[in-house]
């Protein structure tokens, strides 16, 4: 077996994009499923080079990975949505965390590429490997040349391909993303883009991933003295606990993701 061998690649986001748009015609949609630690659900990537946008949906509700009989499925849920506007270099997304809503603001040109010299079969398609590191996690990828779309599941993108299939694991947690078949569809993605963006709350800006893990720990904080305050003014204290999100592909709160924030009431 030969050595993998490493070597990094700076490619132009922008420049990659608008000859990628000419080479593939009409719109593509691919279907995923993905696994973000104890959660499982489906999401569809449709890319329209035309308009040079791309929306990331969910299509069902999480269930758990496994048999999780603390898992309660809640069929109200909200589906996550994501865009990327390539004109703009710009991705739009939102995170439920707490019971509080975030808006965040990225750029497309996040990623910084490994390519590998590795090779797979994914639905059929010739993929290369690729490697990054991004927000607390490492990511392996495998892109494919045939469907020559610097585009992928959630914020992946940048590479010469397609990416098909996407993983990370820290030991504790896993987040995969696997594709299960790519169509051809015709969609104005422009108008759902603009509903999404009209959708926004008031009083809600799409904010940079800086201000945005500020205002994660501003609301913990609010959060905490909320549950405090409502305990103490039950009488019920002397108490410890903790609180822990999970599920999320980045890591935007140490504390809070991993080991969990723990105060006394």
Same mark, same amino acid.
């Given at each position: ?26 719109? =593509?949609?691919? #279907? ?5 630690? @104890?959660?499982?659900?489906? /999401?569809?990537?449709? &890319?329209?080079? %035309? ?14 990975v496994g ?56 639905i059929g398609?010739?993929? =290369?490997?690729? #490697? ?5 996690? @490492?990511?392996?990828?495998? /892109?494919?040349?045939? &469907?020559?779309? %610097? ?51 008031k009083g ?62």
């Amino acid at each position: 077996m030969s050595p993998m061998i490493y070597f990094l690649k700076t490619v132009s986001i922008c420049f990659l994009v608008l000859i990628t748009i000419h080479r593939v015609n009409g719109q =593509l949609v691919l #279907k995923y499923k993905v696994t973000k630690a @104890n959660i499982q659900s489906t /999401y569809s990537l449709a &890319i329209n080079q %035309a308009q040079a946008l791309s929306a990331w949906i969910e299509t069902e509700n999480p269930k758990p990975v496994g048999n999780d009989p603390n898992f309660v499925e809640n069929p109200n849920q909200s589906k996550d949505q994501m865009f990327k506007d390539f004109k703009t270099r710009t991705i739009y997304c939102d995170y439920r965390i707490l019971q509080g809503s975030f808006f965040l603001r990225d750029s497309t040109g996040l990623f910084r590429w490994s390519l590998v010299d590795s090779t797979r079969t994914i639905i059929g398609y010739n993929c =290369l490997m690729a #490697k990054t590191t991004f927000r607390g996690r @490492n990511f392996t990828v495998f /892109y494919t040349r045939d &469907i020559p779309v %610097a585009d992928g599941p959630w914020k992946f993108n940048g590479l010469p391909g397609l990416i098909l299939y996407a993983f990370a694991n820290d030991g504790r947690e896993k987040y995969i993303f696997e594709c299960l078949n790519v169509e051809k569809r015709t969609e104005d993605l422009s108008v759902r883009f603009n509903s999404y963006l009209k959708a926004k709350p008031k009083g809600k800006e799409f904010e940079t991933w800086d201000r945005f893990k500020v205002s994660v720990d501003e609301y913990v904080r609010r959060y905490v003295k909320r549950i405090k305050s409502s305990h103490e003014a039950d009488g019920d204290t002397g108490y410890t606990a903790t609180i822990r999100v999970a599920n999320f592909i980045e890591v935007f709160d140490p504390a809070l993701q991993k080991t969990g924030v723990t105060f006394d009431y």
